[in-house]
């Protein structure tokens, strides 16, 4: 099983980036698929999820600025982001669980930063 996140970069801020994460081994649309974030010396943290059944959960930090999605023809899960700001500076990490079977992956990081 592999995650492969791409996309991260140096942005201005109020820029765009938009990351993908490309799975493989399993079928990404059988999964709760999420996107986490970390900095140095902080835990990881949630920022948005979509459920199997497409429900999505976004941190309030990011809610109405960064938009989880999935395209299950691609086996691809996106994220979105704009308006960024220098406080989302972070590696970035792509997940995906299976809760029945305690099944979770993860993907290498994809390292995003913002310039003020």
């Known amino acids: 099983v592999q995650l492969q996140a791409s996309g991260g970069g140096l942005v201005q801020t109020g820029g765009s980036l938009r990351l993908s994460c490309a799975a493989s081994?399993?079928?990404?649309?059988?999964?709760?698929m999420a996107w986490y974030r970390q900095t140095p010396g902080m835990q990881r943290e949630l920022v948005a999820a979509i459920s199997i059944g497409n429900v999505w959960n976004y941190a309030d930090s990011v809610k109405g600025r960064f938009t989880i999605s999935r395209d299950t023809g691609k086996n691809m899960v996106y994220l979105q982001m704009n308006g960024l700001k220098p406080e989302d500076t972070a590696v970035y990490y792509c997940?995906?669980?299976?809760?029945?079977?305690?099944?979770?992956?993860w993907g290498q990081g994809t390292l995003v930063t913002v310039s003020s």
């Open positions: 081994g399993i079928i990404a649309s059988s999964y709760d």
């Open positions: 997940k995906a669980e299976d809760r029945l079977r305690y099944r979770t992956y």
